[in-house]
């Protein structure tokens, strides 16, 4: 942060006041004082600190949220105890378990006066942080600094879940009250908490929730949904509970939440929404539905699908091929989408099944385009179901990630900037096309290896079957890389585009939602924006750009030098 280094100097100027001691940690050899004293003396040579060292071999500071009082007198204390919880928790980072037993012991490591542990008195209830450190809450306090820390944390989030999972599991009263007091007053910051941020603390907190029997203290946020549906409050609570419903089920959420939060979890469980009942559609538009659903129903083929649509809409002499092929795009994905939507697997099938018609109607970007826009009209009220759909339909290339992008940043989602599962699927489609550049970068290298060690006159037909498919991944990855740019430079110049309009967001907090996804991107994706920079400037970061977009990029570059 910004002010580690005055922290640092904070805590190096009070060990100098204490003449170089450090008594929070435990020293054995004292009690061995006399022995050193009559033992050989041996002279030590004079320490030479290295001049130049890469700036990776530096000792980055340590800084730490705050989240509960402590002693301003005991600054040193606090800092190296919570530098033996860091330490502990990133060096058994690979074992959950071991991790938690170990950081469960760290108190031991030190002076008995330096600490209260609460898990080890009989009144745990009387101690005092704002007079003793208290272990409990400096071990949650690093714990939950790891997690927020930006520009991206050192271990994927669900360690941070699982760690504090294991930690409740060994301590179930005492942790339980610590972690509760620990998010309560991060949501008491709330406003002032970044929106990636907060979208991390609802993950852990739904999935934390979650593994002991949906356990919470929901009277304590009763006035949520009260506040204006896209304040950070409202935002973070409602999000928790939607991943709530993922991990469980409405009426089980439902039962469990005071009557005040009706409002901020669905009348109905998540369903689909297909469009076209019986009561929605008229005479001829039935007569579709109803072929497509008997023979997709029948499991018929791609072929006797397309059959059908060809045979009712050819009849339609009212309207345009154009129209035409738009009206029998719609039915196909909307019947497809229906026969899979009963389980994730379904959908898979469905998906595959019928992923030729699918492709064929898929042969623009407006045709794509509408595909996705059918799919999220589908699964209007379950966002977990159209956020895998979208992630298949582009593994099975029905869509690609610019149709994503194009269908995310779509004027009709201006007012809804503050839902998370809109950001789920943007950070899933990018991850996926950087995954995909990083896997071919990997074949090529591959290729050319095999290509080296297979450069015999001998073997002249196996040289050029492998020169043939190191020309074959190179153009792949070309095709890739270009896609990767694409997607980066296209979303970021929709941003540009909504954060300079005063019609790309409704209000004030809608465009803070906004913003702060903005900043969000391009943090997570700082290469990729700045192997961009010079297309990104002279298309998007103009003077025509608002002032706190172009000071956005600014701070990544920054951050990027």
């Known amino acids: 942060g910004s002010n580690a280094l005055a922290h640092l100097l904070d805590v190096v100027r009070a060990v ?42 530096f000792y980055t500071p340590s800084e730490f949220l705050q989240l509960v009082p402590s002693p301003s ?48 008195v009989q009144h745990p209830e009387d101690i005092d942080p704002e007079s003793t450190l208290v272990f409990e809450y400096m071990m949650a306090e690093v714990l939950f600094s790891f997690l927020l820390q930006l520009p991206e944390g050192l271990y994927r989030e669900m360690y941070y879940t699982s760690l504090a999972i294991e930690l409740r599991k060994a301590e179930p009263v005492i942790l339980t009250n610590v972690f509760e007091t620990m998010v309560e007053n991060i949501v008491a910051r709330v406003q002032f908490i970044d929106v990636e941020c907060l979208n991390r603390l609802s993950n852990w907190l739904a999935v934390y929730i979650s593994n002991f029997g949906f356990q919470w203290d929901w009277k304590k946020w009763a006035d949520t949904a009260s506040e204006a549906e896209d304040s950070p409050k409202h935002r973070f609570v409602q999000e928790t509970l939607l991943k709530l419903i993922r991990l469980s089920y409405l009426d089980r959420v439902r039962a469990m939440l005071p009557d005040s939060y009706a409002a901020l979890i669905p009348a109905k469980p998540p369903a689909h929404n297909f469009k076209f009942t019986v009561q929605a559609m008229d005479e001829r538009t039935r007569d579709v539905s109803v072929a497509m659903g008997r023979c997709l129903k029948s499991k018929g083929t791609v072929e006797q699908a397309l059959a059908i649509l060809q045979e009712h809409y050819s009849q339609w002499a009212d309207i345009d091929d154009e129209k035409r092929q738009t009206l029998a795009r719609e039915m196909l994905v909307e019947h497809v989408l229906l026969l899979g939507s009963k389980t994730f697997s379904h959908m898979l099938n469905a998906i595959e099944k019928f992923m030729p018609a699918l492709q064929k109607f898929g042969d623009s970007a407006e ?60 950070h899933n489609t990018v991850k996926k096309v950087n995954m995909r550049v990083v896997q071919l970068q990997g074949r090529l290298e591959a290729a050319n290896a095999a290509a080296n060690a297979m450069a015999d006159d001998d073997a002249p037909a196996a040289e050029n079957q492998t020169a043939e498919s190191v020309e074959h991944v190179e153009a792949t990855l070309a ?22 309009s005063d019609s790309g967001a409704a209000g004030e907090l809608d465009r803070a939602w906004l913003h702060g996804r903005f900043k969000e991107f391009l943090r997570t994706y700082r290469v990729q924006v700045m192997e961009n920079a010079p297309v990104l400037e002279s298309e998007v970061f103009t003077a025509e750009a608002s002032n706190d977009v172009r000071q956005a990029f600014e701070d990544v570059r920054k951050m990027s030098a």
């Open 73 to 120: 007198d005991q600054i040193v204390r606090k800092y190296v105890m919570q530098d033996f919880i860091a330490d502990t928790l990133t060096q058994l980072e690979g074992n959950r378990k071991d991790c938690g037993k170990c950081l469960m012991q760290i108190h031991g490591l030190c002076n008995e006066d330096v600490c209260s542990v609460m898990t080890t």
């Open 367 to 426: 045709a794509k385009l509408q595909i996705a826009q059918v799919t999220e009209d589908f699964w209007l009220r379950n966002p977990q179901f159209f956020a895998i759909t979208i992630d298949k339909l582009i593994n099975y290339r029905v869509i690609d990630p610019a149709t994503v992008v194009a269908m995310l940043f779509d004027n009709g989602h201006v007012g809804s900037w503050s839902k998370f599962h809109y950001w789920e699927i943007l």
């Open 479 to 500: 095709q890739m890389v270009q896609e990767q740019k694409d997607v980066v430079v296209s979303t970021t110049r929709h941003f540009a585009r909504l954060l300079s």
């Open 16 to 57: 100098a006041a204490n003449s170089w001691k450090i008594d929070a940690i435990y020293a054995p050899y004292e009690m061995f004082t006399s022995e050193f004293a009559q033992a050989k003396q041996h002279a030590l040579p004079a320490l030479e600190l290295p001049t130049q060292l890469a700036a990776t071999a």
